[in-house]
């Protein structure tokens, strides 16, 4: 009897953390979506003058083609879609610090400090990253790829300003098929979002495999011998990611290898500091530091 009553002790002692544990959970997580949920609403405010900015570059590669840079929306629904595509990116974006405090927070107590100290600065460099990722896409890649497919439409300013001004006969007395682009919000949004939330993705690269080397996955030297690889693989990122563009898809495979280039070099100073830690602990013999 007396061990079974001790048996009984173990499991409720095991699983009393356990339940601790999962409540702290729930309400790091309730936060999380509270956090979004703010940063939603406030960003939806702003949606429009959002939507203005990030419709902007197109506007501007309609008007180098003579066009009237007008966008349409197809269905009642679509702009209200749009705004809120918008406002769900953009809150997360606001609501990130929040979200990474409330998981560092989480997991913050089974960390030994050094390690504390180690991911605070991931946490802080990955929301930089994504806006200098998102930048990028904006203000590069976007234009291009619209400049790119823009120019397969063949626009006539004449014909296309006749169909702005509603001047039909301009069109029948044209002996050709003419063509005007009428952009849609929903699909050239879709297209800006996709490169602003791809490129975000991609500047995440250094905190990935910076993290990877911390927890002893990957190495500075896998890294280097697996450089060939790496190439193929930016290569098959930059096909798919970007329009069928080729000016496009060397941008993209430079700033990703010049990422994976910094990475090798972050993991190494990663690895030259747990070597040095490692030492001064007494953990390196001899055959390791002749290797050094």
């Known amino acids: ?6 048996e009984n002790d173990h499991v409720e002692a095991s699983a009393a953390p356990l339940i601790e544990h ?31 900015f990030l419709v902007r570059p197109l506007a501007k590669i309609l008007i180098e083609y003579g066009q009237d840079p007008t966008l349409i929306f197809t269905s009642p629904q679509e702009k209200f879609f749009a705004l809120f595509r918008i406002a769900f990116l953009g809150g997360f974006m606001v609501a990130f610090p929040v979200i990474a405090y409330q998981l560092w927070r989480f997991v913050a107590p089974g960390l030994y400090k050094n390690e504390k100290g180690a991911f605070l600065p991931f946490i802080i460099a990955s929301p930089m990253l994504f806006l200098l990722g998102s930048a990028f896409a904006h203000y590069v890649v976007t234009p291009l790829a619209m ?5 397969f439409a063949d626009i006539i300013p004449a014909i296309s300003e006749a169909l702005t001004a509603g001047d039909v006969d301009v069109v029948v007395d044209a002996a050709e098929p003419t063509y005007v682009i009428l952009p849609s919000i929903k699909e050239s949004l879709d297209l800006t979002l996709k490169f602003i939330f791809a490129f975000g993705l991609c500047f995440q690269l250094p905190v990935l495999l910076t993290l990877l080397g911390m927890a002893g996955i990957v190495s500075s030297e896998g890294l280097r011998d697996m450089r060939k690889y790496a190439v193929v693989g930016i290569l098959v990122l930059a096909a798919v990611v970007t329009p069928p563009d080729v000016i496009t898809q060397v941008i993209l495979f430079t700033v990703v290898y010049m990422l994976y280039e910094i990475s090798i070099w972050l993991v190494q100073a990663v690895e030259k500091k747990r070597n040095a830690r490692l030492r001064a602990e007494g953990y390196f013999d001899d055959e390791l530091d002749g290797e050094e």
């Open 1 to 6: 009897m007396t061990d079974t009553n001790t």
């Open 22 to 52: 999962l409540a702290e959970l729930r309400t790091r997580l309730i936060r999380c979506v509270i956090a979004l949920m703010v940063g939603v609403l406030v960003i939806f405010f702003f949606a429009e003058p959002l939507l203005d």
């Open 147 to 151: 400049r790119f497919f823009i120019g």
